[in-house]
T-cell receptor, first 112, second 115 residues
Framework: GENVEQHPSTLSVQEGDSAVIKCTYS??????FPWYKQELGKRPQLIID?????GEKKDQRIAVTLNKTAKHFSLHITETQPEDSAVYFC???????????FGGGTRLMVKP | EAGVAQSPRYKIIEKRQSVAFWCNPI?????LYWYQQILGQGPKLLIQ????????DSQLPKDRFSAERLKGVDSTLKIQPAKLEDSAVYLC?????????????FGPGTRLTVL
């Protein structure tokens, strides 16, 4: 089955700096890659996603890039703010397994 | 729109006891998922329903876990008997159609502590 690795497990940045979180996946058939943000004690919420026919997608301060050949995708947050502090999860989906597999999560801390 | 509802929010039980969790998905969503999220890890899918049928339960420990979605709307997940390693947050999610590119919306979760 699919295996998703996520790095780093913790990331501390200064307010205003950029943050990058990277994920790799094992199944080349995976075709959908969402990113979820989970604040402490709250539910995971979708923040951005990308499909395999697209290399990059942006939404204000958040962007995601996908390299299908290398089987990795990344989340980029620019001009970080304290409210960006949370755990971020990447995930990969493939039609064969009909299952969304999550990475282990990255705890992002933005210091004011 | 109203989100995914779950109850209870917290549950503390002793090992070997039984426990049940309830989930009500977003109205009109055909697909319902139960995930287990152990502290410090990503959610792991336990079971997926499409309407009232099971699509995938390959990661459900069937000797102690069971789930049903009898009328294709709300769902219950049961653990009997519970083990210490079942301590986790149990998340329910729903999606409109159920194909992978369909956004999954999560409920607030039930935090289970097994003593």
């Amino acid at each position: 089955g699919e295996n998703v690795e996520q790095h780093p497990s913790t990331l501390s940045v200064q307010e205003g700096d950029s943050a990058v979180i990277k994920c790799t996946y094992s199944d080349s058939a995976s075709n959908y890659f969402p990113w979820y943000k989970q604040e402490l004690g709250k539910r995971p919420q979708l923040i951005i996603d990308i499909r395999s026919n697209v290399g990059e997608k942006k939404d204000q301060r958040i962007a995601v890039t996908l390299n299908k050949t290398a089987k990795h995708f990344s989340l980029h947050i620019t001009e970080t703010q304290p409210e960006d502090s949370a755990v971020y999860f990447c995930a990969a989906f493939n039609n064969a397994g009909n299952m969304l597999t999550f990475g282990g999560g990255t705890r992002l801390m933005v210091k004011p | 729109e109203a989100g995914v509802a779950q109850s209870p929010r917290y549950k503390i039980i002793e090992k070997r006891q039984s426990v049940a969790f309830w989930c009500n998905p977003i109205s009109g969503h055909a697909t319902l998922y139960w995930y287990q999220q152990i502290l410090g890890q990503g959610p792991k899918l336990l079971i997926q329903f499409q309407n009232n049928g099971v699509v995938d339960d390959s990661q459900l420990p069937k000797d102690r876990f069971s789930a049903e979605r009898l009328k294709g709307v709300d769902s219950t997940l049961k653990i009997q008997p519970a083990k210490l390693e079942d301590s986790a947050v149990y998340l329910c999610a729903s999606s409109l159609i159920g194909f992978g590119t369909d956004t999954q919306y999560f409920g607030p979760g039930t935090r289970l502590t097994v003593l």
